[in-house]
């Protein structure tokens, strides 16, 4: 493909002149109506791509993921709509199809930043929310691949990395709460076990976001058996099932080490609490207990 072919300098001065073309027509964009904020590794790509399928839902116009409302809170909401489709586009896709088209965008680290949820009950007022969740031991041990292939991790045996995470994230959360400036790479890129307390996250975005308005969705059954849970997102989002969508799985990264039973053992038993309250948000056992 052409896009392909461009080179990297290139297309990020197109970025750029772009974005500044969106600062300059920020009043005339949307904003989204909702937010796939997580959890990471649990099929939000393939999530994405499938929403962005559907005529009246609009994607961002460069990225999946913008991190507004967790790493560039400090750009100002003016540079956050710069990234969405103008509200011309939107009034095209009416006409089109009937409907009232929904932007939306789709950052992981949102349900885990812990101000995040505060910042966008506040400039998204009536926004949703998305949530995939995974098998809590697989998702970290998928991320861990993640990271380490990116270039964003230097302990590359997962126990070690596991055992590294206490001692990495001390005090994080604090600072990261008292400055709204300030960034944690660990708390960003090696929190395997904390990412995967699916309900600590869940119970603190519900102190600012009512619970209606937010979607749970295992991705076991997402994968295994994607069609009634594509309509049961529709209908969360109140749109009627359009076209015919491609269920496809994006971003998978296939395991390379062995399983170490005795740590996958230990991860087990520190999850079930976690696990037995997510079936409340599920309103079914999770597909990993099954």
């Avoid at 045996?157 to 944690?184: N, T």
């Avoid at 594509?230 to 994006?250: K, S, T």
């Amino acid at each position: 493909m052409l896009a392909e072919r461009v080179p990297a300098p290139v297309k990020r001065l197109i970025h750029t002149g772009s974005r500044t073309y969106g600062r300059l027509t920020a009043s005339g964009r949307l904003l989204p109506g909702f937010l796939v904020s997580g959890g990471q590794r649990c099929g939000t790509t393939s999530l994405y791509r499938l929403l962005s399928s559907h005529p009246a839902i609009l994607k961002p116009i460069f990225h999946k993921g913008i991190h507004y409302f967790d790493t560039g809170y400090h750009n100002g909401i003016t540079w956050y709509r710069a990234h969405f489709p103008t509200r011309a586009t939107a009034q095209r896709v009416g006409e089109q199809t009937g409907l009232a088209a929904q932007a939306f965008e789709s950052s992981p680290y949102y349900l885990y930043h812990p101000l995040a949820a505060e910042r966008f009950s506040r400039d998204l007022p009536g926004v949703k929310l998305i949530v995939l969740v995974r098998d809590p031991v697989e998702r970290a041990r998928s991320q861990h691949a993640h990271e380490v292939a990116r270039g964003f991790e230097d302990i590359t045996d997962f126990r070690r990395a596991v055992e590294a995470e206490e001692k990495r994230l001390d005090g994080e959360i604090d600072l990261l709460q008292r400055d709204p400036r300030h960034y944690s790479f660990s708390h960003q890129h090696h929190a395997y076990t904390l990412r995967g307390q699916y309900t600590d996250h869940l119970e603190r975005i519900c102190r600012v976001i009512a619970p209606e308005r937010i979607l749970v969705v295992d991705s076991g059954d997402f994968f295994t058996d994607p069609e009634p849970v594509y309509d049961r997102i529709l209908r969360f989002l109140g749109l009627p099932w359009l076209g015919d969508p491609v269920f496809a799985q994006h971003n998978a990264r296939p395991r390379k080490a062995p399983t170490d039973t005795a740590l996958e053992t230990r991860l087990r038993k520190h999850f079930a609490p976690y696990d037995e309250r997510l079936a409340e948000w599920l309103g079914t056992t999770p597909s990993w207990h099954r």
